[in-house]
C-alpha cells in the first residue's frame, strides 16, 4: 500500500447498543465479506469472558481487516467507565493504523418506529464527511441527547484529528431487532461501495432475536445504569 492509499483506511465500530444494531450489522459484514481477525483488544476492568464458536476460542472484542477495512467489535456491553477506556483504544489503533475515517454503527430508540420502514441518520465529528450524508442521502440527526459509550466514543473523535460518522439507524430499544440491521447493512454497503446480500441474514431473524436474548438484557441493564448517572433532559435521548 502506498503511502498516498493509507488515508484511505476506514475503520468500522460496532458494539452492543439499542436493538443491538451495531452488533448485527457490524458481524454480518464482518461475516459477509470474509474478514480476517488480526488481534484482539483487554481492557482491566472488563469481566473475564471468552466465547467459544465451532471449538474456537475468542475474546470479546476482537480486530478484523481485509484489504483497507478494518473492524473494531465488542460482543459485551460497557458501563461508563469502561467506555472512555474503549473509546480511547479505538483512537490509538486508529493513529497507529492510518485511518483516514471511522464509522460506527448504533441504534436510536424511536417510539414512531415503522418496522416496515426504519429510517437511519448520521451524525459527523467534522466537517469533511457530510459529503457522505448527502452522497448517500443520509439525513442528520439534528436534535438529542447522547449517552453512554456512544457518547464516549464520538467525544474521543471529536477531541481528535480522525473523523468519526455516526449511523444510527431506527430501532427497537428493549428487543434485539435484526430487522432494522438489515437497513443499516445496505446503507453501509453504500457508504464502503461493495456488494453486501442480505439474504442469509433476512432468514434468520427469528433466530437472530432468540440467540441474542441474554445479550440485549445485559445491555438493558448497562444502559440503564449509564442513564441514571445522566442528568434529567427534555431532549430525546440516544443511549449507547
Known sequence: MSQSDKTDNTLLVGFPSN????????SYLVYHLKMKQIGEMEHPGLQ???FIENGEIFGPIRVYKKDNLYVIMSDLPFDSELAYNFADSIIEFAK???IGKTI???GLESPNLDPKNPKAFG???HQKLEKILYDNQIPKFLSGTIFGTDAAVISAFRGSTIPALVL???CHPFFPDPE???HAITILSKILKVQVDTTEIQKKLEYLRIQHRNLMQETMAALQQ???RQPPSRMPKIYG
Open 48 to 50: 473475564p469472558t471468552l
Open 180 to 182: 432494522a440491521s438489515v
Open 104 to 106: 460506527i454503527v448504533s
Open 96 to 98: 497507529k493504523n492510518n
Open 123 to 125: 451524525l459527523v465529528t
Open 226 to 228: 449509564q442513564s441514571e
Open 168 to 170: 444510527y439507524c431506527e
Open 19 to 26: 436493538g443491538l444494531i451495531g452488533t448485527f450489522t457490524i
